[in-house]
């Protein structure tokens, strides 16, 4: 292998790592079926907001009422209303605890 060779192949390779790491790759939870569209538009909004390409797989929790939650690297973002009732429901036992 020539060394002009042996450069453009470190390069693709390290082009390669370079995209790798800015794909992050996730998940839409909803309590019922999401249009395309609506899919496209929280990818997007995700995208913006984390500043790299997200690849979004979807799930379909009955649990969940209304709203989605999205997961992603290890980080989960709840939308859902289950999980603002639940994080009502922590600061309320809380502040209980708190006032005994």
Known sequence: MSEEAAVTTLQNEHEMEQNEILL?????????????????????NFE???G???QMSTRIDKKL????????????YDGSLLGQLTNVRKMLTRHDKEEL
């Open 24 to 44: 992050l790759r996730g998940r839409i939870i909803s309590g019922m079926p999401l249009s395309i569209a609506a899919r496209k538009r929280i990818t997007q």
């Open 52 to 54: 790299c390409h997200v």
């Open 48 to 50: 913006s907001m984390l």
């Open 65 to 76: 009422i209304a709203g989605i939650r999205v997961e992603i690297n290890g980080r989960a």
